[in-house]
């Protein structure tokens, strides 16, 4: 074991629940290792973002000064914005809303499943190709049939929702915590 500060106690053993091999890899951070604050603030750091930013900006000026009736101007949309607020804050909501109950159903049949799988391994193999397929489904072929079946109200945005979230959770819940090391 080693003597470095922060890796180890203070007479050089091992913290309590410190695994052996863990502590051999911790690398201390001086000040030397810290990336400094103009570092982080070069300019290769966030320029390439930020003229493809200005590039798509530009873009979508050129074409909607050309197109009209296809996408609003730039100024439009920050005039719509501070003349209405209210309508973009009450879609908002809703937006959130959808994505709160969607996802929680989501994630809490994929973590069930999840748990019925891992012990019954015969649900696996008989459930996961079905998973995959509604995973590898396009989510345009699936939202008319349950509008369809379930109207224009919530619920076919809540399903959607959910059904979105439900592959990854279940794969991710199926895997489990990476291994100790």
């Given at each position: 074991m080693t003597d470095r500060p922060g890796a180890a106690g203070e007479a050089g053993q091992l913290d309590a629940g410190m695994d052996p091999v863990r502590e051999s890899q911790l690398v201390p951070l001086d000040d030397e290792a810290r990336p400094s604050f103009a570092a982080r603030l070069r300019l290769g750091t966030w320029l390439p973002p930020l003229v493809a930013f200005v590039a798509l900006g530009v873009g979508w000026q050129l074409y909607a000064v050309n197109n009209p009736f296809v996408l609003p101007t730039i100024p439009e949309i920050f005039s719509s914005i501070w003349d209405s607020p209210a309508v973009f804050w009450d879609n908002a909501v809703v937006t959130l809303q959808e994505i709160a109950v969607g996802a929680a159903c989501g994630m809490g049949a994929a973590f069930v499943l999840a748990v019925v799988m891992a012990e019954v391994r015969v649900v696996e193999r008989a459930l996961m190709p079905l998973a995959v397929v509604l995973n590898v489904t396009p989510v345009v072929a699936i939202a008319p049939g349950l509008?369809?079946?379930f109207g224009f109200g919530m619920?076919?945005?809540?399903?959607?929702?959910?059904?979105?979230?439900?592959?990854?959770?279940?794969?991710?819940?199926l895997a489990g915590p990476p291994p100790r090391r």
């Amino acid at each position: 074991m080693t003597d470095r500060p922060g890796a180890a106690g203070e007479a050089g053993q091992l913290d309590a629940g410190m695994d052996p091999v863990r502590e051999s890899q911790l690398v201390p951070l001086d000040d030397e290792a810290r990336p400094s604050f103009a570092a982080r603030l070069r300019l290769g750091t966030w320029l390439p973002p930020l003229v493809a930013f200005v590039a798509l900006g530009v873009g979508w000026q050129l074409y909607a000064v050309n197109n009209p009736f296809v996408l609003p101007t730039i100024p439009e949309i920050f005039s719509s914005i501070w003349d209405s607020p209210a309508v973009f804050w009450d879609n908002a909501v809703v937006t959130l809303q959808e994505i709160a109950v969607g996802a929680a159903c989501g994630m809490g049949a994929a973590f069930v499943l999840a748990v019925v799988m891992a012990e019954v391994r015969v649900v696996e193999r008989a459930l996961m190709p079905l998973a995959v397929v509604l995973n590898v489904t396009p989510v345009v072929a699936i939202a008319p049939g349950l509008v369809v079946a379930f109207g224009f109200g919530m619920l076919p945005k809540y399903l959607l929702t959910a059904i979105i979230v439900f592959f990854p959770f279940l794969v991710s819940s199926l895997a489990g915590p990476p291994p100790r090391r």
